[in-house]
């Protein structure tokens, strides 16, 4: 089965910096797409960031850009997502989510367990 | 930005009967949506695509219609591990990718 595991959260203080990393296995981490989704406690789903295979395309929600940095490894199977200038909006549980297309479809099919990062003083 | 939005906020069915949730785009998203399944504490899954085809794994019971800006999951004969959030996402026009806000399926 697919695996994506999800670590680097915390608790963080207003203006400071996270790095998550998401972990993936049982598939080819290079042949998909890679996500950063978020859900605030009590709260619905939002898109953060997107990476393409190659990550020639890159990707961010209005509300992280310029403060926010997704990357990956191919050779690590590993996806990353750099914070920075963290607001107490940004708390949330953060999902990594693989997009890989088949026949033209391309939803989200393989969903992490979610790290969950908290800033707050 | 493409809005999804979903009715009802809650839906409470009993077991055996039928759910029907409902999720609509502020524009045209042809057939490329996708209906994701939380349940409490857990990560979202993947139950549909395509707005009518189910993922690998997904039982019979959980079907999916509709194509432009009008979709609906249906679950036939709800069963207690049913109970879930239940979000429509669209992929056809990107960035960013949307979700809806969630119909919450409660058991009677």
């Known amino acids: 089965d697919v695996q994506l595991v999800e670590s680097g959260g915390g608790l963080v203080q207003p203006g400071g910096s996270l790095r998550l990393s998401c972990a993936a296995s049982?598939?080819?981490?290079?042949?998909?797409?890679m996500n950063w989704v978020r859900q605030a406690p009590g709260k619905g789903l939002e898109w953060v960031s997107s990476i393409s295979r190659s990550s020639s395309a890159i990707y961010y929600a209005d509300s992280v850009k310029g403060r926010f940095t997704i990357s990956r490894d191919n050779a690590k199977n590993s996806l990353y997502l750099q914070m920075s200038s963290l607001r107490a909006e940004d708390t949330a549980l953060y999902y990594c989510a693989s997009r890989s297309c088949s026949d033209g479809e391309c939803p989200f099919d393989h969903w992490g367990q979610g790290t969950r990062v908290t800033v707050s003083s | 930005e493409i809005v999804m939005t979903q009715s009802p906020a809650t839906l409470s069915v009993s077991p055996g009967e039928r759910a029907t949730l409902s999720c609509r785009a502020s524009q045209s998203v042809s057939s490329n949506l996708a209906w994701y399944q939380q349940k409490p504490g857990q990560a979202p899954r993947l139950l549909i695509y395509?707005?009518?085809a189910r993922a690998t794994g997904i039982p019979a019971r959980f079907s999916g219609s509709g194509s432009g800006t009008e979709f609906t999951l249906i679950i036939t004969s709800l069963q207690s591990e049913d109970s879930a959030v239940y979000y429509c996402q669209q992929y056809n026009d990107w960035p960013p990718w949307t979700f809806g806000q969630g119909t919450k399926v409660e058991i009677k």
């Open positions: 395509g707005a009518s």
């Open positions: 049982e598939f080819t981490f290079s042949s998909a797409s």
